[in-house]
């Protein structure tokens, strides 16, 4: 294998579809009233004839509007109108502000499965908590603000009509924590206050950063140059790193440049990004679950497969599991797992990336599809005009950087024999794997003592 091949070997990597982050990439949903997950969803219903679970309507609405469901319910439960829900959500909060001082979750949790709305039925839910608060509640500045974040979180800055809308939240958002200061002296605006204004900059940032235009590629890095400086005062490093990180992307995008993050750092922050929401939320949460998916994504780009994998099954499963099939959730990490589980392998003879099938003919054979076309922008395919299907020797098939792989064959390192691992560095024919088994040191194994694992063993 010459050194240009060994090079293609070495480096060539294809992450998987990345989790949805620009607004789930940093912990202000600690200010968002979010509480645990405190029961399940229930089982399948065996009754076939859903119906709003408030008023008991089996069709729509006065207005002709139909029963919805969009959270993690199952059979006919968990269906009801949109005004009804409404309905129930500012009776719900009037309760609570007057017990507890807030309006509650119900605008953002369905009070059956405790989980989050999603989609379209979320999308429709902020915009009546907004009315809501605006209605009964504007006096209270905090209660205000967390119903424009939670708001703004769900526009489409690329939608005309929400962009409209945003630029007017960012506007009222800024007014606001004007206003609160103006009332506190500057002794009284630390903790809580000097939090809540943070998190305003950093989402303003966000939703300038998420319209794209060059004028608001500018104005987001003031607001995240700010929201830096406060969550400083407040000794918020996780949200500092995330702020930094979005200031990084837009300058790359200002200088033409693909960001390339320091990979240890990118899994160390996943990371302790997913033991947060992990210790906070539990696994089964929604929020827990993308940002296991963030750190499934770092773990892979650095070429940790195994661990990738093994971590993408479980939130797949815990997804599927508790949230059902056609969740954004399980859909996502679903389609993350199926990417990282394609096993890239270049072949040497035809100097092409190919995805590596099955062995035959005793492992003395590797079967492979391709070849994989990279497109603009890093994403890769194969022109179906164009495929092979081919049966090589071992030899010639090369397993890309991270991918699982089995030792065998191997008399002087015997207790190798049967240790998964993944691949990394690669010279001269030889891989440096990593096991799974912390207590094995990495080893350089030749290619030939090394077989491609498909399915990783429970």
Request: with cysteine; hydrophobic share 35%; charged share 25%.
């Amino acid at each position: 294998m010459n050194k240009e091949n060994e090079a293609a070997c070495t480096t060539a990597k294809r992450a998987p579809k990345k989790a949805h982050s620009s607004t789930s990439d940093v912990s202000l949903l600690d200010m968002m009233e979010i509480e645990p997950p405190q029961a399940h969803a229930e089982g399948d219903s065996t009754s076939s004839s859903p119906s709003c679970w408030l008023c008991l309507g089996e069709g729509p609405d006065a207005s002709g509007m139909p029963l919805v469901r969009n959270c993690s319910c199952r059979g006919s439960s968990g269906f009801a109108h949109l005004s009804c829900m409404i309905r129930y959500a500012e009776i719900d909060g009037r309760n609570c502000y007057q017990n507890m001082g807030n309006i509650g979750t119900a605008f953002q949790e369905c009070p059956n499965c405790k989980q989050e709305f999603q989609n379209d039925l979320r999308y429709h839910l902020e915009r009546a908590r907004v009315s809501f608060v605006e209605r009964e509640f504007s006096h209270d500045h905090m209660l205000y603000l967390r119903a424009l974040i939670h708001r703004v979180r769900v526009l489409d800055a690329e939608n005309d009509a929400d962009r409209a809308e945003g630029d007017q939240i960012c506007y009222k958002m800024d007014s606001l924590i004007d206003e609160l200061k103006r009332h506190h002296s500057q002794q009284e605006w630390n903790g809580e206050f000097m939090k809540m204004e943070a998190v305003v900059k950093y989402v303003i940032g966000l939703f300038h950063m998420n319209s794209g235009s060059e004028d608001s590629l500018q104005e987001a890095l003031e607001y995240f140059g700010s929201a830096i400086y406060l969550f400083t005062l407040v000794g918020d490093e996780v949200n500092i790193i995330s702020a930094k990180n979005n200031i990084a992307r837009i300058e790359a995008r200002f200088n033409g440049e693909e960001i390339s993050p320091d990979e240890g750092n990118d899994v160390e922050f996943s990371q302790r990004q997913y033991k947060y929401w992990l210790e906070k939320l539990g696994e089964q949460h929604p929020i827990t679950i993308r940002r296991g998916e963030l750190l499934a994504h770092a773990l892979y780009c650095s070429n940790q497969g195994v661990a990738a994998e093994r971590l993408l099954t479980k939130l797949a499963a815990i997804s599927r599991q508790v949230h059902g099939p056609a969740h954004n959730c399980t859909l996502s990490a679903t389609s993350a797992l199926k990417d990282v589980k394609q096993r890239r392998v270049f072949i040497n003879s035809r100097r092409q990336w190919f995805h590596a099938l099955r062995y035959e003919n005793h492992g003395m054979n590797c079967v492979v599809r391709g070849p994989i076309v990279e497109a603009a922008g890093g994403s890769s395919s194969m022109q179906e005009e164009h495929v092979l299907t081919l049966s090589l020797p071992v030899t010639h098939v090369f397993p890309g950087p991270g991918t699982p792989v089995v030792c065998r064959g191997l008399s002087e390192r015997a207790h190798l024999n049967g240790k998964i691992g993944d691949t990394r560095g690669f010279n001269n024919g030889k891989f440096e794997v990593h096991f799974e088994d912390a207590g094995l040191e990495p080893a350089i194994v030749n290619h030939t003592n090394l077989r491609i694992v498909f399915e990783l063993p429970e």
